[in-house]
């Protein structure tokens, strides 16, 4: 397969305007529905009380008195629809309305009063810990491997630190928006989201013991990041419960106000780690300590919490390790899944943990990471061996020359120590290596045991039936490339089924990069199918051959749908008691090299110029592919330098675009991106993950780059310039 | 259940009319409404609305002898691609070209910016520097009243304009002094479309060795915008030595009384103002 870089099929409706989106449904005959919420982080509700003066029979209102199976199908299944007798966050929905309109939504809610008896909360993670109880910790993990204690007894010297990581909000373009239509015993659910068998599983769940059915399809979804993988079950059940109820189709849409404060978030983290490391910079034992902010409820945590443990030995050989994790409640907005997942709050405490080791021993940090990078061939601590698609020796090689990282490293010193007091700005020039296991964690994906199908058409043309959704990264055409190679079908006769729990079966969520490598692999596996149904050798043929044939087909058959179920390969194995094995089937791999100015007027952190070279196996759409690259990276940098959410008494105080700073295009640096392909056997063509990488390795190539710029290991994100001023001034800014 | 009420005004004559007409007076009036609009949903249902922006008398830039006058209906766009402005008040280009975005700077007038009263109102402080003077009408006198723009502030997001008086005209007063030096700067949270965390406008004339005079006005670091008059004092005649200006940046940080909010602490606004400070003095050493 040569180099694609095919337009985006989802590009003309797009720019043009003439996509619909959720919010563009005319649907008639439809109510508004909105969420009266807890104003206490955690209390025992005393009392609700409705106005007397306002006439209720013009509303509808839901309360968890009248709910059966009120819990949100999720992992540990802990969160209600709706709270009914405590609230555990600021904003957790307690009652729904459903009214005409807006101004109507408003009034009802005006002629609400909720009355609280509060309870202890844990706003801060800090306090959660303190607090110590079995009943807050939503998993615990340990991994182990080696002679810990031993290593670190007889150590020449250890290094350690405690790294934290605040809240992400995702900015999707498109706010949080679900609709439901009651049809007789069904109800059709459709909305934003990145996995309609979710909601579909969380629905069956929901409406269990009763008549209702449910099915769910996904409307073209305008960006996502993770922020629409958990969260849409709750809402949806909020729709479908009020549908049900009124008997009429309803509207639940976020302004972004509602959903910055009160949808899920990355898990912040705090993170103690501890190196062992001999006298010439070797690392013989890694200590580290994990603590996530999972927020009120579990959601995806435990899980979020595997990907950080099997992230936290970043892209080194380290034959001693204990890991251990905990995702602990608070008081605040549930975190939940968000592109990387886990990992970049585990990779950032590793590599800047290397950061700390650099400037203890007083050796260049490039020297350190690489004579403890992994070699092919190597184990990691869970015993998985690296010995297929390790590209990341070829990521470090084309980023260092496209970078010019060892020149600059030492030019930018001379200038801090000879020219910043004259010019008022310090440089810098940072790396990161960066790992990410591609697919679900462990054994997951045998557990949901994907399905992808493809049926032909009459005139030789095929449709696709996936549950992989497109939220703006590119699925439905990296899909129809990878069919099209082997089908040798033009994009038009490849069509893509409506993402409808009633039409496609589960191929598995839209999630942990997985939709390519895994079910555009399944696709690949059909389209063999269809060649054999048709007798044709898989490799030469041409389009007129496989139309002859599907004609032919057609004659004797009234039609050929082929499915195809996946598993991992036999020796991919993981034991999830031990943490040993194959935590994931592959990994991509990055290297990256970032360049930052500090001006010493403002603080303000600067990324000047940004390099990574990334191993994704195969690109199946190269342009595409550094879209994605390109925009991971300026994801990373909001991350590292800019998105500082403010949690006041366990209340989300940002409002949206003016108080939650995003870089802009003016705030965002030259890229360079160049692309490995180390292919992995089990992949379509070679290909493994690619949408999460991107994000994972760029907030420690720049704060890498603040700690060579202010001399010091920056050991917490994000530098905002109130912590900049902390760190250069010895003084506290930040409160 | 009311309905909001929203009125266009084409001439100063016609809103006058339009005002006496509402009863209750409890009018939101306001011209570009950038500020406004993204807060629409916080508006209330029977909010009364009068847009001025459609004035047309209220737009436009005037030389007159040694003033300038500028409608307060003006764009910032207007404003940055007036020749008049450019040469006569860069201050204030430097000031708008920090502001928002392009699409931001087409519908936000100046007559707004200063109206809406913020401490971080980015054409506030060059216009205090430059002893600006406001034209107000008062559609209840019928009558136009000028006061300097010092006196316009009472609080933050508070003015002293009485019920339904408008800012017409801003008057900028021209110095004939041509070599004065002019700084403005502005921190905010990133490059473009940010709100102020701490600004420093200041005019100066220096002879040979010494400053003769300087005018400085912070922004954002108090409840309002107001001239620096102490540190100004201080500076006035010195020559500037690296004491002289430490010295300075301490007096100013007594000067202002920020505050801690979400977009910085009140620590932090201290260190940058005297940052700006140091900044400002340094440009004016090396010009």
Known sequence: MNKHNEIRVDAASKISGIERYTKDLRIKNALVAGTVRSSRAHARITSISFDEKFDWSK??????????????????????????????????????IAAENETMLIEAKKHIEIKYKELVASTTLKVAVDRNRAEDLFEEILL?????????????????????????EHVYLEPQVVVAIPDGNTIHIKGSMQCPYYVQNAMNELFMGTEVKVDVTQIMTGGAFGGKEDFPSLICGHVALLAKKTGRPIILSYNREEDIQFTTKRHPSKIHAKAAMSSDGKILGLDMDILLDSGAYATLSPVVLARAVLTSFGCYKIPNVRIHGRAVKTNITPSGAFRGFGGPQSLFAIEMLFEKVAET????????????????????????????????????????KSSDYEKKYNELKKYNENESAQTGILKGIGISLAAHGCGFTGVGENRIKAIAEMELLSGGKVLV?????????????????????KLHLPFNDIIIEEKNTSKVPNSGPTVASRSTMIVGKLLLDNCEQILDALSLNHFEFSLQDFKKAAKEYFKNHDKLVVQKEYKHPNFIKFDENTYKGYGYPVYSWSANVAEIEIELTSYQVEVKKFYTAHDVGKAINKQQSEGQVQG????GIGYAVYEALCIKDGEVQNRGFRDYIIPTIQDIPEMHVDIVEDAYFNGPYGAKALGELPFVGAAPAVASAVSFAI???????????????????NNNYEH | MNSMQYYSPNTINEYRKIYSGIADKSILIFSGGTDLMVGRHELSQDAVIIDISGIAELKGIVKKGDKIHIGSCTTLNELLCSHKIQNDIPILIKAIKTMASEQIRNRATIGGNIGNASP????????????????????????????????????????????????????????????????????????????????????????????????????????????MSKTEEFIKGKKLTPVVINEAKEIIAKEISPITDIRSTKAFRVLITKNLLKDCLSALIKR
């Open chain 1, 361 to 400: 021993l007083k050796i260049p940090v490039w020297q350190i990471k690489k004579s403890n990078m992994l070699s092919l061939g190597d184990k990691l601590p869970t015993g998985q061996p690296i010995d297929y698609s390790y590209g990341l020796p070829q990521c470090v090689e084309k980023v260092l």
């Open chain 1, 59 to 96: 509303v509808t209102i839901l309360s968890a008195k009248e709910m059966h199976n009120n819990f949100v199908a999720i992992i540990k299944n802990d969160m209600p629809y709706l709270a009914e007798n405590e609230v555990n966050y600021v904003g957790e929905p307690i009652l729904l």
């Open chain 1, 632 to 635: 991971g990276i300026v994801q």
């Open chain 1, 711 to 729: 001399g010091k290991t920056a050991t917490k994100i994000p530098l905002t310039p109130e912590v900049i001023a902390t760190l250069i001034e």
């Open chain 2, 120 to 227: 971080a109102g980015d054409t506030i402080t060059p216009l205090v520097v430059l002893e600006t003077k406001i034209e107000i009408f008062s559609p209840e006198s019928n009558e136009v009243r000028t006061i300097p723009i010092k006196t316009l502030f009472s609080g933050p997001s508070a003015t002293t304009l009485e019920k339904g008086e408008i800012i017409i005209k801003i008057i900028i007063p021209l110095r004939k002094d041509e070599d004065i030096f002019c700084y403005f700067r502005k921190i905010g949270q990133r490059n473009a479309m940010t709100i102020t965390k701490a600004s420093l406008s200041a005019i100066a004339k220096c002879s040979d060795t010494k400053i003769e005079w300087i005018k400085l006005a912070s922004g954002s670091v108090s409840p309002v915008v107001k001239r």
């Open chain 1, 144 to 168: 182990e491997n080696g002679e810990v204690d031993e290593v670190f007894k007889s150590a020449d010297t250890i290094v350690e630190d405690i790294f934290e990581t605040g809240f992400q």
């Open chain 1, 465 to 485: 039936k996936t549950a992989n959704t497109e939220m703006g990264q590119g699925v439905d055409t990296a899909y129809k490339i990878i069919i099209s190679k």
